[in-house]
T-cell receptor
Framework: ETGVTQTPRHLVMGMTNKKSLKCEQHLGHNAMYWYKQSAKKPLELMFVYSLEERVENNSVPSRFSPECPNSSHLFLHLHTLQPEDSALYLC?????????????FGPGTRLTVL | SQQGEEDPQALSIQEGENATMNCSYKTSINNLQWYRQNSGRGLVHLILIRSNEREKHSGRLRVTLDTSKKSSSLLITASRAADTASYFCATDATAGGTSYGKLTFGQGTILTVHP
């Protein structure tokens, strides 16, 4: 579909579990993003990484922990989540993270917290 | 406060008709982008219009931008059933002087095109 892949596509976890979401981009981009899309709410930016450095943490609770080991990979580590964290988590990448960049999105991970 | 708000929330039309979706925003912008999302999937970039542009075309898409009214519209001409999707506008506010691509999305318009 695009040059951004996400795994897993679906995840069901209990509130005490620890899991990780993975995103990989094959576009040679330098910036990567995590978004959360909940039902009936606008898409919310969570984190931005530019050249593997976090440049934005949009007041996200500490139970979400991002990791960007290199410019092609982005992880979102999850622990002790709440049912209201159930949502579609989207990863995106862009060339340089500038305001005129087009962002390319992955297909998302549908997360359900029981 | 929400930066981009689309109107209408839902639009249902027949194939061949035109579909118009509107987006309003609150603060000054560098550019405005339109994205499309098929049900439960990732977003696909459609078109970007810069703050100094008034109109832009891409295939069957026509986007207008009125910075004085802080609004934009997306027109899809000769719609097809395959155009059924949610459409979002996204803005990158200049306020705060951020230089990276922090986009703020609206809630979207759900477009249904009946064959």
């Amino acid at each position: 579909e695009t040059g951004v892949t996400q795994t897993p596509r679906h995840l069901v976890m209990g509130m005490t579990n620890k899991k990780s979401l993975k995103c990989e981009q094959h576009l040679g981009h330098n910036a990567m993003y995590w978004y959360k899309q909940s039902a009936k709410k606008p898409l919310e930016l969570m984190f931005v990484y530019s050249l593997e450095e976090r440049v934005e943490n949009n007041s996200v609770p500490s139970r979400f922990s991002p990791e960007c080991p290199n410019s092609s990979h982005l992880f979102l580590h999850l622990h002790t989540l709440q049912p209201e964290d159930s949502a579609l988590y989207l990863c995106a990448s862009s060339q340089d993270g500038t305001v005129t960049d087009t962002q390319y999105f992955g297909p998302g991970t549908r997360l359900t917290v029981l | 406060s929400q930066q981009g708000e689309e109107d209408p929330q839902a639009l249902s039309i027949q194939e061949g008709e035109n579909a118009t979706m509107n987006c309003s925003y609150k603060t000054s912008i560098n550019n405005l982008q339109w994205y499309r999302q098929n049900s439960g999937r990732g977003l696909v970039h459609l078109i970007l219009i810069r703050s100094n542009e008034r109109e832009k075309h891409s295939g069957r898409l026509r986007v207008t931008l009125d910075t004085s009214k802080k609004s934009s519209s997306l027109l899809i001409t000769a719609s097809r059933a395959a155009d059924t999707a949610s459409y979002f506008c996204a803005t990158d506010a200049t306020a705060g002087g951020t230089s990276y691509g922090k986009l703020t999305f609206g809630q979207g318009t759900i477009l249904t095109v009946h064959p």
